[in-house]
Nanobody, 122 residues
Framework: QVHLVESGGGSVQAGGSLRLSCVTS?????VAWFRQAPGKQREGVAS????????AYADSVKTRFTISQVNAAKTVYLQMNNLKPEDTATYYC??????????????????WGQGTQVTVSS
C-alpha cells in the first residue's frame, strides 16, 4: 500500500519555479521533503508539523523554498522559487507518526514516497 505520493517534479531553467505536492493516505505528526542528487547523501530540505506551526528549512533553501500543508498535512506542498542547478535531485516526501526525532534527519522518518525528479538547467 502506497502511503505517500509525490508529484510536480520536472525540468526548469535556473531562476524558475516548481511546486511539489505530497499526498498522504495516513495521519502523521510531521511531513518533510528530502532530496538526493547522484553520488550524494540524502539531505533534508524542509519539514512541517501537522498543525503547520513547526517548520524547518535547510539553510541552502530557506530564502527560496516554502513548505505548507492543508487538511492536517494530508497534502504537503513545497514551493520552490529561484531554482538553481544545484537543486537538481530526486525529491522525496517522508513522514512519521512519532513526535520524537529531528526535523530534517532522514533516519527519523519511517515512511517514504517514491520520489519525483527535479532538474534545473543553467
Amino acid at each position: 500500500q502506497v502511503h505517500l505520493v509525490e508529484s510536480g517534479g520536472g525540468s526548469v531553467q535556473a531562476g524558475g519555479s516548481l511546486r511539489l505536492s505530497c499526498v498522504t493516505s495516513e495521519s502523521y505528526v510531521r511531513v518533510a521533503w528530502f532530496r538526493q542528487a547522484p553520488g550524494k547523501q540524502r539531505e533534508g530540505v524542509a519539514s512541517i508539523s501537522t498543525a503547520g506551526d513547526l517548520i524547518a528549512y535547510a539553510d541552502s533553501v530557506k530564502t527560496r523554498f516554502t513548505i505548507s500543508q492543508v487538511n492536517a498535512a494530508k497534502t504537503v506542498y513545497l514551493q520552490m522559487n529561484n531554482l538553481k542547478p544545484e537543486d537538481t535531485a530526486t525529491y522525496y516526501c517522508a513522514a512519521r507518526s512519532s513526535f520524537r526525532g529531528r526535523a530534517l534527519e532522514a533516519r527519523d522518518y519511517d515512511t517514504w514516497g517514491q520520489g519525483t525528479q527535479v532538474t534545473v538547467s543553467s
